[in-house]
């Protein structure tokens, strides 16, 4: 008697989508293999997903939800009076993430997949929402116990529109422009402090990174962050 395949739900497609992506990189992710790895038809695949880039939408939106919920839990592990240490544990969970996930992480934050275009107000707009929700509430908490450091309106770089003009960065987060700009700052330096690690090139200076890369996060929270 043959035995009966497990239903193929979403939850299966993208589980066998991220097999294949950490062994082979997103180049890996074709519907034929995907179909023969889920021991299915490709026509029944082609059910669930139109194609690639369906393919490669559920895998983004899935990976950005997981480090949303990770870093959401190093936030409510804080006090919830104390932004500071919340900032602090978010960074540091969003790089634990990432050196756990590094083909995740590169999928999310490295060179775009040739050819792929994310659907407009899809799911991976949504996924990147409640990840900028995380950290946007923390941002808007530090400025609300006047604890947020922000440079004078005049001095913000040119090129820099004072206001987001999509995610992640809630529209409804109530920042003013120089706020934006230390979200802008601090994400754009945990993001590189984390690239460089996980791409291995800190490798020529020290035996491990560990240390240095906490040390460089948590510096970075402190500029960020006016003292009590």
Not at 137 to 164: N, S, V
Request: net charge negative.
């Amino acid at each position: 008697m043959q035995e009966s395949r497990p239903p193929l739900t979403t939850e299966r497609i993208v589980a066998g989508c991220r097999t294949l992506l950490v062994e082979g990189g997103a180049e890996a992710l074709v519907v034929r293999e995907v179909a023969r790895r889920l021991q299915v038809s490709a026509a029944a695949l082609y059910k669930h997903a139109a194609g690639r880039d369906d393919l490669l939408t559920l895998l983004i939106a899935h990976c950005q939800e997981e480090v949303a919920e990770v870093c959401a839990d190093a936030r409510d592990a804080c006090p919830p009076d104390d932004a500071p240490a919340q900032l602090r544990a978010a960074t540091v969970a969003f790089r634990r993430w990432a050196l756990d996930h590094p083909q995740e992480f590169h999928l999310l934050y490295g060179r775009p997949v040739v050819g792929y275009e994310a659907p407009a107000d899809g799911p991976t707009t949504r996924s990147a929402r409640r990840f900028g929700d995380v950290f946007a509430g923390i941002y808007a908490q530090l400025l609300r116990d006047g604890r947020l450091r922000l440079p004078d309106t005049e001095e913000l770089p040119p090129g820099f529109t004072g206001a987001p003009a999509h995610d992640p960065v809630p529209q409804d987060a109530g920042l003013p422009p120089a706020a934006v700009y230390q979200f802008a700052k601090g994400f754009q330096r945990m993001l590189g402090l984390v690239s460089v690690e996980v791409s291995g090139h800190l490798a020529w200076a020290m035996t491990d990174s560990e240390g240095f890369a906490i040390h460089e996060l948590r510096q970075l929270t402190d500029e960020l962050i006016v003292p009590v």
